[in-house]
């Protein structure tokens, strides 16, 4: 079974600017979640989508969206960025069955923010 | 509300050397428990989990045991290796959706 994949990697924004971040989750993984690493910050959640639905939110501001399709795949979209959002951005996926949920992590998309 | 709290790093052990990371929880309802590793360039991987107290985790020579009593998740391991050299993050997560809560990382370097 083919892993949780991000795209892109690498990404590299000018301040202002605005940027969207790929998912693609395990194959029937309905939960998608996505976390912001920083070295300061640890890993931060951000939000998990699940059905379409944003299900949980974190403590972002509303410069951070996303948003999950029909297939599960999930984009976030940060607006106006700031040099304090250069991160790792990590999306994580789950089967969302009754009781523990394991997250499968992808490898991350590196943003740096200039 | 809910957070973990793992020791702080960096920690530098020599190969074969024991390893316990220290991980203590707080939540507001009865968590999952888990620890997750991370290689340089790469994102996060199960390492081993529990889900009720008194559980082990464990997972190529890793171990955890939930301990409700001191809440508390600590991770060990009786001979590390040079490959184990990565961070380790402890995390809850509470069986009401998918969100957890991590804690800030332990760098872990082993030198032979």
């Known amino acids: 079974k083919a892993g949780v994949t991000q795209t892109p990697r690498y990404l590299i924004k000018t301040r202002g600017q605005q940027v969207t971040l790929s998912c693609s989750p395990i194959?029937?993984?309905?939960?998608v979640s996505w976390y912001q690493q920083t070295p300061g910050q640890g890993l931060q959640f951000l939000f998990e989508?699940?059905?379409?639905?944003?299900?949980n939110k974190g403590n972002f501001p509303g410069r951070f969206s996303g948003r999950q399709f029909s297939n599960s795949r999930s984009e976030m979209n940060v607006s106006t960025l700031e040099l304090g959002d250069s991160a790792l951005y990590l999306c994580?996926?789950?089967?969302?069955?009754?009781?523990?949920?394991?997250?499968?992590f992808g490898p991350g998309t590196r943003l740096t923010v200039t | 509300g809910n957070s973990v709290t793992q020791m702080e790093g960096p920690v530098t052990l020599s190969e074969e050397a024991f390893l316990t990371i220290n991980c203590t929880y707080t939540?507001?309802?009865?968590?999952?428990l888990f620890w997750y590793v991370q290689y340089p360039g790469e994102g996060l991987q199960l390492l081993l989990k529990?889900?009720?107290?008194?559980d082990k985790g464990s997972n190529k020579g890793f171990e955890a045991t939930y301990r409700k009593e001191t809440t508390s998740f600590h991770l060990e391991k009786g001979s590390v290796q040079v490959s184990d050299s990565a961070v380790y993050f402890c995390?809850?997560?509470?069986?009401?959706?998918?969100?957890?809560?991590f804690g800030t990382g332990t760098s872990l370097t082993v030198i032979p």
């Open positions: 994580a996926s789950s089967l969302d069955n009754l009781g523990v949920n394991e997250q499968y």
């Open positions: 194959s029937g993984h309905r939960s």
């Open positions: 989508y699940f059905s379409e639905t944003q299900r």
């Open positions: 939540a507001t309802g009865y968590p999952s």
């Open positions: 529990a889900t009720k107290a008194d």
């Open positions: 995390a809850l997560s509470l069986n009401t959706g998918n969100q957890f809560y």
